[in-house]
């Protein structure tokens, strides 16, 4: 059985910070292309960031140079460390997982955690 399940999700005020976690059990977490993914209500989900089997990220605009992607193989986690938080920023983030050597805007990931709410504002 398949689980990806995010933590690290909360409320912060503007120009806050939070480092979102995501922990997968049931594949082989290093042949997996992972990413962030974010759906604010009446928006459509958008990639936020992604990182690659061999390590290399990428970022969508409205995130570069705020966010950080990143993976610990040996604790099957994926992390989004996020700073200077905009309310535009607010969302539920989700992490999946693709069994590809990069993940790519067009990608659907085989794999999906349930999710965690990440709310900016004063």
């Known amino acids: 059985q398949v689980q990806l399940g995010e933590s690290g999700g909360g409320l912060v005020q503007p120009g806050g910070s939070l480092r979102l976690s995501c922990t997968a059990s049931?594949?082989?977490?290093?042949?997996?292309?992972m990413g962030w993914y974010r759906q604010a209500p009446g928006k459509q989900r958008e990639l936020v960031a992604s990182i690659s089997r061999g390590g290399d990220s990428n970022y969508a605009d409205s995130v570069k140079g705020r966010f950080i992607i990143s993976r610990d193989n040996g604790k099957n986690t994926l992390y989004l460390q996020m700073n200077s938080l905009e309310p535009e920023d607010t969302a539920v983030y989700y992490c999946?997982?693709?069994?590809?050597?990069?993940?790519?805007?067009?990608?659907?990931?085989?794999?999906w955690g349930q999710g965690t709410q990440v709310t900016v504002s004063s």
């Open positions: 999946g997982a693709l069994l590809r050597g990069s993940l790519m805007n067009s990608d659907s990931p085989t794999y």
């Open positions: 049931g594949i082989i977490f290093s042949w997996y292309s």
